[in-house]
């Protein structure tokens, strides 16, 4: 009988049951607790794997973070801080989503992959980016640069994580298990990635190409310890070391290329580019198709030869600092990123080229704070926030005043000096202005302070606000906390100019304009402000202000010295020798008060506002100023791209 039951129920290696006493019946209770055991012997899931598992995932979470600020950083020369992230959370959505349906990989095949496409990213950023540039389109061109960038970052973290997953989710919850891996890279990208911006110094060795080439040798060595050896017990092995070696040896080979190439490296400077700029409809095979399929308006412009001649470049604070001449229009200029922050006419004279007027009137019209009334006094002090070219400083230093600059980029203040005949201010602080402005406030307010004549006298009775640059301002310098401290360091009849670019009507211009109000409203010792435009009509007058215009303004505000019943700012008629010889300062500065905008174009509002404008003033504890600029950040790109055509723009 015992061998029949042999034959019924044959003996299986490594099962308990076939270890039972002859003669013993299984009966179906005994046989679900066994079933059962097995299971949870199955999900029981070692501490220590659970614990290295996590902290791989938690390092690829932070290390994908990092490579997708390096993948927007890049891109900043082309399209600007804002236009390059606009759009970076649906790429993230579409690749890891992708990954899903992707058959699993090894480890070691995606990090190799992964060091290849880092080695190369530097090149695809700006190659692929100025390509792309060339649609037209500020939505499309940074998504399809993304596309061997973060995309595929993303894509093939996505894979990883999975894989990791696997490996410490018991089978019984794997269900949902491919959108985990979406909900970490998104994680990554809500928490880590704005402490990495507001931490990383970037700038000098911190660059993008560093960013990626570092990424690249640590994917080469991930991609050669995670390789299986020959000798390994893994079902299905066949690889071995040479060939992660031999990708980590060409991704070495491709990161050096990168490396000794623009635009990690400049060429050796000065240095002269040629190129031919083709329209949009001719730019090239893709953008033919794009034009035919109505994805870009035709144009009957001609090819024409544009010439660049790049003067001087640094990675710096604010981003790529770029000086450089533009031939066939004949100015001078200076970019952040995809920005320009000033430039000047070259003018040509017996004793050679020299650099002639501001090519905006911008910085011309903020000299206007010259002619408020005022109490004027002899070599006055006053402090420009936001230099450019430096054109409003240079102003006030010819009319004797006192200039301290207060300037983030040493970069910029370097070049305005050196490229554009900037002389030396009374006093340089390169440093982010709400600091510097936060640390005067408490010197002027401080107890001892309160009887000290000379601390009065340091004073500003004329300051220049001008942050603007990539289609928008830093948000925490337009708060009413930063404007009360910058009227603590102002005389009790302090001006004060601020310049800002955007629609009018539009919740940046109307949040700003409130702001400033309140600031200096007459319960709080002000007199108001009062905003002018820029614009030049045709007849060389101020310029007609349409509806919904992009537009750029300037702010004026004043203290009011102490009244009771102040008056509202007012403007003085210039005088000759305000002009300083300048037929655009003649221009901007003889028609001021031909130029106000009224409140109503500013705000967009046709009657008052619910609550007075109090729902609009930004404060440091509610400041939506940074998301209410995408669209002028957008818009602004492509401001910039008639200015100067894209062969200018890719020349960094």
């Known amino acids: 009988m015992s061998s029949k039951r042999k034959q019924q129920a044959p003996s299986r290696k490594g099962d308990p049951s076939s270890h039972q006493a002859p003669g013993v019946v299984e009966t179906p209770s005994v046989v679900g607790k066994q079933q059962g055991a097995n299971l949870n012997q199955q999900e029981a899931i070692s501490p220590l794997v659970t614990l290295v598992q996590s902290v791989k995932i938690a390092i690829l979470v932070g290390t994908l973070s990092f490579a997708l600020v390096a993948s927007q950083l890049a891109l900043h020369p082309l399209y600007g801080s804002t236009t390059s992230s606009l759009y970076l959370k649906h790429v993230l959505i579409v690749s890891c989503l992708v990954s899903t349906v992707v058959p699993a990989v090894p480890a070691h095949y995606v990090f190799q992959a992964l060091s290849v496409l880092l080695a190369f990213a ?8 100025g390509w792309f540039g060339r649609w037209d389109s500020a939505m499309w061109g940074p998504i399809l640069t993304q596309i061997p960038l973060a995309a595929s970052f993303a894509g093939l973290s996505c894979m990883l994580l999975q894989e990791w997953l696997v ?3 018991p089978p019984s919850s ?3 298990l491919n959108r985990i891996p979406l909900a970490l890279v998104l994680l990554g990208a809500h928490l880590i990635e ?11 060795v911190v660059t993008s190409c560093n960013m990626f080439l570092s ?3 640590v994917a080469s060595l991930c991609a050669i310890s995670t390789t299986p050896s020959k000798n390994s017990k893994a079902k299905n092995v066949t690889s071995s070391l040479s060939v992660p070696i031999v990708v980590a040896s060409l991704s070495l080979a491709i990161a050096a290329y990168s490396k000794l190439h623009s635009p990690c490296t400049p060429p050796h400077l000065p240095a002269t580019y040629t190129s031919v700029n083709y329209p949009p409809t001719n730019a090239s095979i893709i953008s033919q198709i794009g034009s035919r399929l109505g994805l870009m ?13 790049l003067l001087a470049r640094s990675d710096s604070v604010t981003g790529t600092i770029v000086v450089g001449e533009y031939a066939e229009m004949g100015f001078r200029y200076l970019r952040a990123d995809h920005s320009i922050l000033g430039g000047r006419w070259i003018l040509n004279s017996n004793q050679g080229p020299r650099l002639g007027e501001s090519i905006y009137g911008a910085f011309t019209l903020q000299e206007a704070i010259r002619l408020i009334e005022r109490d004027e006094k002899e070599g006055e002090n006053a402090l420009v926030i936001g230099l450019g070219i430096g054109i409003a400083a240079e102003a006030l230093m ?5 200039v301290h600059v207060v300037e983030i980029d040493p970069s910029v203040y370097a070049y305005a000096c050196v490229f554009f005949n900037l002389a030396e201010p009374h006093a340089v602080h390169l440093v982010d202005a709400r600091g510097w402005v936060h640390e005067k406030f408490s010197l002027f307010n401080a107890p001892s302070a309160q009887v000290n004549i000379d601390l009065e006298l ?3 009775s004329l300051v220049v606000h001008d942050c603007f640059s990539g289609g928008g301002v830093p948000s925490h310098i337009f708060t009413l906390e930063f404007w009360e401290e910058l009227k603590g360091i102002m005389t009790t009849d302090g001006a004060l100019a601020v310049n800002f670019a955007g629609h009018l009507g539009s919740e940046a211009a109307r949040a700003i304009w409130f702001t400033l109000q309140e600031a200096f409203a007459p319960k709080n010792g002000g007199r108001g402000c009062r905003v002018f435009h820029d614009s030049i009509g045709d007849n060389g007058q101020a310029g007609e202000i349409k509806k919904d215009e992009f537009l750029n303004m300037v702010f004026f505000c004043q203290k009011n010295n102490g009244e009771e019943t102040p008056s509202q700012v007012n403007f003085r008629k210039p005088r000759e020798s305000d002009y300083l010889r300048s037929r655009l300062r003649k221009t901007i500065l003889s028609t001021v008060l031909d130029r106000e905008v009224p409140e109503d174009a500013i705000t967009g509002l046709s009657g008052d506002s619910p609550m007075g404008g109090k729902e609009w003033i930004l404060t440091d504890g509610h400041n939506r100023l940074g998301d209410w600029q995408h669209d002028t950040a957008v818009e602004h790109w492509g401001v910039m791209r008639h200015v100067m055509p894209y062969n200018v723009w890719e020349v960094y």
């Open 458 to 460: 340091n004073k500003f």
């Open 167 to 169: 490996k410490i989710v």
């Open 398 to 402: 010819a009319h004797g005043n006192k």
């Open 297 to 309: 308006a035709p144009t009957d412009e001609t090819p024409r030869n544009v010439t660049v001649k």
């Open 194 to 204: 704005p402490l990495l911006w507001s931490n990383i110094p970037f700038g000098g």
């Open 215 to 217: 990424l690249s040798i």
């Open 122 to 129: 530097p090149l695809s950023a700006k190659h692929l980016g």
């Open 174 to 176: 794997q269900l949902g």
